[in-house]
């Protein structure tokens, strides 16, 4: 009896002896330095940096932890309430550790094995675990690990206050799919600040404290609903809800508001653009203690100039105009002909890319699809020709008079096509006859001057010869008519008496990078823009002719509140065009929208709005264009697929009235009927002076007359591109320096 005894008694006083031992080598540091009272005072967990649409929605974040922080004030007391009942009831009667808790977890836990009795640690040890993480150490990992959280959750009681502890632990707990911190899950799963938060969803999330995945509603509905109704009980029964209170929550279905930006962001391509200059800005700022400041950990708010409303309009305008269409594309290389199309060109490519040992391997992959993007297990060649079929698309829309960057739409799916369409550079087409047009109002040419309709042939270019799109010829076109049915050969001959110099010249001054190539061709727009380069280029149109650069940024704040950013609007613009130049080619440009090629966004959609704009359809209909504009707001599209050799079979699709034109007509359409948009993008253009209405008044087209018939016999309709400065017949000045009257 005596020797039960003292093996009864050695036990636990080995067991004391032990942890008395363990507390002190802890503390000594034997297991690593403790964090001290000035570290913890000065705690700051990386926060995520918020961007803001220009309406103040958090539109997207910059993290390493998608966290973002919130104060005390504003927390609900109910969520406050669910927090302590469920985790920690005597949270207000302790000072870090609870003695009470501690013995409740040896006997049931230990000694009769419930399962169900919960756990031993305060929220002040919790938060400890939260910011200083656990460490492995074998054996020892348990013991070491819940002396070290016990230790500092004491310093945490003394230099903190239960609020400031609670706010800091609602700050930094997870909650799965790499959420931490209550504002972050709120959003998630919300789409909502924390101090929106009703009663039920706050129990919902302080469910989720318990098993972040298990409980997890978007995953587990049944399970997080189960768990919500617990917490709910035990607020009842802590007193922070009443019987009849918990009853009616009991019964409420959970509702959620599920929203997982980093998955599936409408502004996806947009923040890329917006990190990339907020990186810029940030490299010469530094914090009040010489550091630079750090977009993924610094909880910075960043200020944008995208108009919410507008990017949702454009978006839903890509789901409802593009899925029929690419099931139209597919379609075109269903039949053999098109699969063997196909296969060569996958075959070129895997053989560009040196792939060609890799093409028969298996890759687990994001599948594109408009109906639901899947995960899917696919070979590299089949990949290839799926990509080769998809049909993308780009859209932009920015303020002419600033270079606010509204609306960025760079593609269909961020997140399985994350190439940027609106800085991807293609064939403008018939988008580009605006610039040369505008050149020769600057030269002084007159927009009721005639230029002939005739087939041409240039002999040195290989017999190249100008087609117009509807294949009709003679007669004569007005140069406004040209532009507004974008007649080709008319343009062409415009071409011929401005000159390529002079077109080069308003090129670059318009802002576009790619160097024009001094081909006849040219004139018909085989030159390459990107989207973003011709919505500065037409914004020059809409703006009274001044050239502004795009932007996304307006301020970048710091977490206290001060603002350490703030975009300065120029004083000063670079002009380009001269104040009746502009005039013009807004009339113009109104008559190729009101009655050309651009007309379907009157007669078939319904678009009353003052609107200029051109379409462009490159060769084979490899690129459809569309650009529209009026003095508050440029918007261009383009779409087409990620290769030329890839087309549309007809114009019916895949020019750029029926492609690229109704994406922008369905967003206009939508501004139309959004009374807040409507107010603010339906500027009207200014009224025409009587001086330059009446260089309009001329018919668009006529036939020739008596003399132009009888000059026709004497001319030759085969040219050459030669550089003379007096060339004989038709060879007008083709590519001579002229000077522009400005």
């Known amino acids: 009896m005596r020797k039960a005894a003292k093996v009864i008694l050695f036990i636990p006083a080995a067991v004391l002896i032990f942890f008395i031992f363990l507390i002190l080598a802890v503390r000594l540091g034997a297991f690593g330095r403790l964090p001290g009272e000035e570290e913890l005072r000065s705690y700051r967990g990386a926060t995520a940096s918020l961007v803001l649409s220009e309406d103040g929605r958090i539109i997207g974040r910059y993290f390493h932890q998608n966290r973002t922080n919130v104060s005390y004030n504003h927390l609900p007391q109910h969520l406050v309430g669910a927090l302590v009942a469920t ?3 005597r949270f207000y009667r302790h000072r870090g550790i609870d003695a009470r808790s501690l013995a409740r977890v040896a006997l049931r836990s230990v000694i009769l094995n419930d399962p169900g009795s919960g756990g031993g640690s305060t929220i002040s040890q919790q938060l400890a675990k939260n910011i200083f993480g656990r460490e492995r150490r074998g054996l020892l990992s348990l013991p070491v690990n819940k002396v070290r959280e016990s230790l500092i959750a004491l310093r945490l009681e003394r230099l903190y206050t239960k609020e400031e502890i609670l706010t800091l632990y609602l700050n930094t707990v997870p909650f799965g799919e790499n959420v931490y911190g209550i504002e972050a899950a709120s959003r998630r799963y919300f789409d909502k600040g924390t101090e ?18 298990l409980y997890n509603p978007r ?32 019964s409420l279905p959970l509702a959620l508001d599920y929203v997982n930006l980093e998955a599936a962001n409408p502004a996806g391509y947009f923040l890329v653009q917006v990190r990339r200059e907020a990186e810029s800005i940030l490299e010469g700022v530094y914090d009040a203690t010489g550091r630079r400041w750090k977009l993924e950990e610094d909880g910075l708010l960043i200020n944008t100039t995208l108009n919410q409303r507008l990017q949702n309009h454009a978006v839903k305008s890509f789901h409802r105009h593009l899925p029929p269409l690419q099931e139209i594309l597919r379609s075109h290389y269903s039949t053999r002909a098109g699969e063997m199309l196909l296969n060569d060109i996958a075959q070129r490519e895997i053989q560009r890319l040196n792939l060609t040992e890799r093409a028969s391997d298996t890759v687990f992959m994001r599948v594109f699809d408009w109906e639901g993007s899947y995960n899917s297990s696919i070979t590299v060649y089949d990949s290839l020709l799926q990509a080769l079929t998809l049909l993308h698309a780009g859209m932009m829309a920015m303020d002419p008079l600033t270079g606010a960057v509204r609306m960025y739409l760079g593609g269909i799916d961020h997140h399985t096509q994350p190439f940027d369409q609106v800085t991807a ?35 040195d270019y290989d017999n190249w010869t100008p087609v117009n799109y509807s294949r009709e010829y003679g007669g004569q076109y007005s140069m406004a008519g040209a532009l507004a049915a974008s007649m080709n050969i008319p343009t062409f001959n ?39 380069e011709a919505a500065v280029a037409y914004a020059v149109f809409a703006n009274g002719g001044y050239r502004v650069e795009p932007y996304t940024i307006v301020s970048i704040q710091a977490p206290d509140g001060e603002v350490i950013y703030h ?13 009746q130049s502009v005039i013009l080619m807004n009339a113009m440009l109104q008559k190729a929208v009101n009655e050309g090629t651009g007309a379907t966004m009157r007669s078939a959609y319904g ?34 697929s990620s290769t030329r050799a890839v087309h549309f079979v007809h114009g019916a699709h895949g020019s750029g009235a029926a492609l690229a034109l109704p994406l922008v007509a369905h967003t206009m359409r939508a501004v139309q009927q959004d009374r807040i948009l409507n ?24 036939e020739k007359g008596v003399m132009d018939r009888f000059l026709d016999r004497f001319r030759d309709d085969v040219i050459t591109f030669t550089e003379q400065e007096t060339p004989p017949r038709r060879r007008i000045w083709p590519f001579s320096r002229r000077r522009s009257r400005r």
């Not at 938060?197 to 995945?213: H, I, K, P």
Request: aromatic share 8%; proline share 6%.
């Open 87 to 89: 985790e920690d009831a």
């Open 196 to 213: 929106h938060l009703t009663v039920d969803e706050s129990a919902m999330l302080v469910g989720m404290l318990a098993a972040n995945t």
């Open 219 to 250: 995953l587990f509905p049944e399970r997080a609903l189960r768990r919500r109704n617990i917490v709910i009980s035990r607020m009842e029964g802590q007193g922070y809800l009443q019987p009849e209170e918990a009853d009616s929550i009991t």
């Open 425 to 459: 550079r293609r064939q403008m087409a018939s988008a580009f006859k605006p610039v040369l047009y505008a050149t020769a109002l600057e030269m002084g040419i007159r927009p009721c001057k005639y230029y002939d309709n005739d087939s041409i042939v240039v002999e």
């Open 494 to 532: 415009l071409f011929l008496e401005v000159g390529y110099d002079d077109v080069e010249h308003m090129w670059d001054e318009m802002g576009f990078s790619f160097p024009l190539a001094k081909t006849p061709a040219l004139a018909l727009g085989t030159a390459e823009a990107s989207i973003r």
């Open 567 to 579: 975009r300065e609007q120029s004083v000063t613009a670079n002009r380009i065009l001269s104040g």
């Open 607 to 640: 678009v009353t709005l003052p609107l200029a704009g051109k379409t462009g359809t490159s060769q084979n209909h490899a690129d459809a264009w569309f650009a529209a504009y009026n003095p508050s707001l440029v918007i261009v599209s383009r779409a087409g």
């Open 679 to 702: 107010n603010r993008f339906a500027s009207v253009f200014p009224d025409l002076p009587p001086a330059l209405e009446m260089m309009l008044q001329c018919p668009d087209y006529r």
